[in-house]
């Protein structure tokens, strides 16, 4: 079977991955990036299994805990050679970022600092875009629907969208769930929010 249309057309594997998936208890599927070496990773909500990696062929090859209920984003980095997972969780209120064995190399909680929120439980991050020298940008989809920008180190820089500003500054109600930064002209990219 072909689904899509005109150039993106894609053929349908009937039952790719199903045997290595009935291994696990997955909750619910939220996220997919492929590695370096091709490998699928995937990212469940269930805390016993939030990242799953499978073979192009649709194998397990691995699984692991980040101990993350709610895990909903996941972004995929290179940092000096070494490829890492920025991992939000709408339960925990937080972000990591882990290696591909699950090693944590940064934990990020609700963004105090921000003075946006009276209590951790009104964050609910959705989604992580990378910046420029490891700085990151944060949605907050789930929670008050706040954009936050991070250094590399978890320092909070700045924040907008949900209620602030006007006019197209405020993303109030729209619940930012995921995007990209468009770097064609990278004297100017820019970020594109869903």
């Known amino acids: 079977e072909i689904l899509g249309q005109g ?9 790719w991955g199903e045997a290595a998936l009935a291994k696990l208890s997955i909750g619910n599927g939220h996220a997919m990036a492929v590695d370096g070496a091709g490998r699928i990773i995937f990212l469940t909500d269930d805390a016993n299994n939030n990242v799953v990696i499978l073979s192009a ?12 209920p709610g895990a909903h984003g ?8 070494q490829e890492l997972l920025f991992i939000t969780s709408t339960a ?20 105090e600092a921000s003075k946006l929120y ?9 989604k992580v875009l990378l910046g420029d020298r490891g700085e990151f940008i944060v949605f907050d989809g789930y929670g008050k629907d706040y ?33 990209a930064v468009d770097r064609r002209n990278p004297a100017k990219p820019v970020m594109l929010v869903c």
């Open 7 to 15: 150039e993106f057309r894609y053929r349908v594997v009937p039952h």
């Open 57 to 68: 062929e649709g194998e397990l090859l691995e699984s692991w805990t980040a101990r993350m």
């Open 74 to 81: 996941l972004t995929l980095t290179v940092e000096q050679g």
């Open 92 to 111: 925990l209120h937080e972000v990591r970022k882990l290696t591909l064995k699950g090693e944590e190399r940064l934990h990020v909680l609700w963004p």
């Open 118 to 126: 009276t209590k951790a439980d009104e964050y609910k991050p959705s």
């Open 147 to 179: 954009v936050h920008h991070f250094d590399a180190s978890g320092k909070l820089l700045k924040s907008w969208g949900g209620n602030l500003g006007e006019g197209e500054n405020q993303l109030a109600h729209f619940g930012p769930h995921g995007g």
